[in-house]
């Protein structure tokens, strides 16, 4: 696609609850992103693809999360069991995977846990 | 270890005033800086990067490998620019290409 997009943009669900949330990034870009932003905070790093796997997952704040990318393009992030803790909006990268060239973000999703 | 820091999480000039948001490093190779913008309601989108030596929207920025800094500037500060700004690093790290941002600066210009 033109742009990075994720889906949904907006998701208020109920603590305990499972959430996907899902990423499409540029099309021929090898690398992705995943990002968490929360209010008044900056990016927290979460995970980085390249290609499928993921070299880097240092930033996932706990088992409860996930992710996987299939066919070098569509990731998914899994939170399990959301807590209040987790709301945030989370944001997704992508770029060519060599440095320069800089990313391109998505919209991000903003998730709501009540 | 923090790679990228930015020490001011908050930063207000009058309009027409020069501006700094400060951006230091921490690596041993040579990395590729960049500063990323976030205007309100908007997402964060790519302001300007080392390697082009561009100035956008009369902002610029000069990476100084002695001071390991990369601040951003610009000389009469606009209503326009109130918005968030990352500072960042691309690098090679042991786990490939990657990318680290500082914790950001939320800019005000005051009318």
């Known amino acids: 696609g033109a742009g990075v997009s994720q889906s949904p943009s907006n998701k208020v669900t109920e603590k305990g609850k499972d959430v996907e949330l899902r990423c499409d990034p540029i099309s021929g870009h090898t690398a992705l992103y995943w990002y968490r932003q929360s209010l008044g905070q900056g990016l927290e790093f979460l995970i980085y693809f390249q290609g499928n796997s993921a070299p880097d997952k240092s930033g996932l704040p706990s088992d409860r999360f996930s992710a996987e990318r299939t066919g070098g393009s569509v990731s998914t992030l899994t939170i399990q069991r959301t807590q209040q803790e987790d709301s945030a909006v989370y944001l997704c990268?992508?770029?060519?995977?060599?440095?320069?060239?800089?990313?391109?973000f998505g919209s991000g999703t903003r998730l709501t846990v009540v | 270890a923090q790679r990228v820091t930015q020490p001011e999480k908050l930063l207000s000039v009058f309009k027409g005033a020069p501006v700094e948001l400060k951006c230091n490093y921490s690596?041993?190779?040579?990395?590729?800086l960049f500063w990323y913008v976030q205007y309100s309601r908007q997402r964060l989108q790519l302001l300007l990067r080392h390697i082009s030596r561009e100035s956008i929207k009369g902002f610029t920025a000069d990476l100084n490998k002695g001071e390991t800094s990369f601040h951003l500037k610009k000389p009469f500060a606009q209503e326009e620019d109130s918005a968030m700004y990352y500072c960042a690093l691309s690098g090679i790290m042991n786990t490939g290409n990657q990318f680290y941002f500082g914790t950001g600066t939320s800019l005000t210009v005051i009318p």
């Open positions: 690596y041993s190779g040579s990395p590729e």
């Open positions: 990268a992508s770029s060519l995977g060599r440095g320069g060239y800089g990313y391109t």
